[in-house]
């Protein structure tokens, strides 16, 4: 009996020490929900002209202070998974990004799942709607549609954006998991780094071995600066991201490393907003040794918006060349000696279009996308024979978003 009174006791001091280090933190929660339908129609084969979709995310915050100043704490998001065209790999509802953090007036470190220094700091156009070049319209038009070349039969990748689906900003890592700084806004600058071990690793997984293919060693860094004068703001930054290619163990070939900057700039006034920037790619998703590669990958955009109260309206254009996400590379064959399965390249990518937006409610948003495509692709089929294909097309999505 006395055994179990004091293990009882024992208990109850430890819930209430939890209870007493917890008591400084603050647990949030938040996220949206957004609903979208679109028509929408271009150049590929056994196209659907019309869809919905749905993206909702939950956030959990907790966030703390210390005696000594120190802030810390933790974010996590929940996201709906989206399933593979072939309807598997979807697993309900999963973690998009989490991770965990220390900031102070030194500045902030993070930890986990999130997007690096590349994203965080890049100023570029304003984006209004469904965020134009570098939103959710191209979803409705991204597919791999079959064309026959050289006695084969080769994917293209229609509507999906160049350069890992990037047009105003550098290629980046992602969600992977990595580590970041960022400097606390001193006299409108602000400053900082991140670096992720794998570009495609994120969560529990880890990397076991090098020949895997894929990007290591995945840097980014950049620098911006913010203020008003006399009515006007003022934006402007320049990031860099770099990375180190990996070859398979089974066919020796390796994606080449590559080194990227971006620069972009933004004014206001009285409502007004414009803006743009520039990206060099440099040898981003380029394999080494595969026959015909291209190396060239850039982009450039350019946009402007106005807001009055709850409504704003804006337009943007983008032009960018580079590889339709990172090409495949498998097991060498007699009839395919260079072991790359597919890469789609767009040599000429011209996106353009507009966006609204009206705030009905807090939290409510309706928006509109009016997008259009057209693009000159080359696919380098097994053989490194190239086929080319050119795709015109439009998507109108609306869209009914509720922040909480």
Known sequence: MKKILLGTTAIAAAAL??????????????????????YYDDDAGNRTDHEFQLETEIVVRADGKADNGLLYGAKVEFQNSTPTK???????????????????TWGRLELGDFDGAA?????????????????????????????????T?????????????????????????KIMYITPRFAGFQAGASYATQGTSEAQDVVGFKNLGGYRDFW??????TGEFGGFSVAVGATATGATGQDTLSSGLKLADFWSWQAGAQLGYAGFKFGGGYYDGGDFAKVDGAPNASSDSSAWHLGAS???????????????????????????????????????????YKTYGGGVAYTLAPGLVVQADLMYVDEKLRNFSPLGVISTADNEGYVVVLDTRLNF
């Open 86 to 104: 072939s309807g598997t790999g979807a697993s309900g509802v999963g973690t998009d990004e989490a991770s965990v953090y220390l900031a102070g």
């Open 119 to 151: 994203d965080t700091l890049a100023i570029y156009a304003p984006l209004v709607g469904i965020e134009q070049v570098d939103g959710d319209a191209y979803d409705f038009l991204a597919v791999n549609t079959l064309v026959p070349g050289s006695g």
């Open 306 to 348: 106005y807001t009055a109260g709850p409504f704003a309206i804006g337009v943007t254009y983008a032009e960018a060349q580079g590889y339709k996400g990172t090409p495949t590379i498998g097991t060498p064959t007699l009839t395919n000696p260079t072991g790359v399965t597919s890469a789609t390249y767009a040599s000429d």
């Open 17 to 38: 020490y939890a209870q007493t280090a917890q008591a400084q933190i603050t647990v949030s929660l938040g996220g949206y929900t957004e609903f979208f339908g679109a």
């Open 220 to 225: 980014e860094a950049g620098a911006n600066y």
């Open 153 to 177: 039969v080769t994917p293209f990748a229609f509507g999906i954006q160049p350069n890992g689906g990037n047009i105003v900003k550098t290629p980046d890592s992602g969600d992977s998991t």
